[in-house]
């Protein structure tokens, strides 16, 4: 779907992580082979707005990593679309069970702002993590902050109000609000798009 985005730029991906996940790369020993080999992997890809990554019924082919924009995962429930995650700079994005296991996935992964998105594909990360140790390492802790990150949303969207949930939106992210479109966030949230509006609404007048 992406192949045509593919962009030719210097391209660094050591110096996002530095930049973005600091503290595990200070504790990994990466030396100057292995950023080579790690940057020399990753692809960057530069898409305009509403750019689909992956489709439903597709194997899911990418490791993502954004740079710049935005980017959704969402499945449909009936008629209905349910945002799953919400993927901002400094976020990535997979799709587990389909990119490792090879399955079909039942996700959709979407750009919602222009973005630019370092990628890496399932032989190619392979191949570096097989030749390198500390890589391998890197990757299986992003996996695991991944995967914190997964078990604190869903504490909340089970523990937490609605209005609960929206507070703690705003104190997390709160570019969201004005950077995704309300109907994304609600159902981000768990919540009707309507209810959404009446808790800022109130939150507005209180």
Not at 62 to 71: A, D, E, P, S
Not at 163 to 184: D, N
Request: include cysteine.
């Amino acid at each position: 779907i992406y192949q045509n985005n593919i962009i030719f730029m210097e391209k660094n991906f050591y110096a996002y992580l530095e930049k973005y996940h600091g503290n595990l790369v200070e504790n990994i020993r990466l030396n100057e082979d292995s950023i080579e080999r790690l940057n020399d992997c990753s692809r960057i890809i530069k898409l305009t707005r509403g750019e689909m990554l992956q489709m439903e019924g597709e194997v899911s082919k990418i490791w993502g990593f954004v740079t710049q924009g935005l980017v959704r995962t969402y499945y449909k429930k009936g008629d209905t679309e349910v945002t799953e995650k919400l993927s901002h700079e400094g976020d990535n994005f997979i799709d587990y069970e389909s990119f490792f296991r090879k399955t079909i996935s039942n996700r959709n992964i979407q750009t919602i702002e222009p973005s630019v998105i370092f990628m890496f594909k399932y032989n190619e990360l392979e191949r570096i993590c097989d030749e390198d140790k500390e890589i391998k390492k890197l990757f299986r802790r992003l996996k695991n902050e991944n995967l914190i990150k997964v078990k604190e949303r869903l504490d909340d969207s089970v523990f937490e109000s609605a209005k609960l949930k929206f507070m703690t939106l705003l104190e997390k992210t709160p570019q969201y609000v004005l950077r995704v479109p309300s109907i994304f966030i609600a159902s981000y949230l768990g919540i009707t798009p309507e209810t959404l509006s009446r808790i800022r609404t109130k939150m507005r007048i209180d």
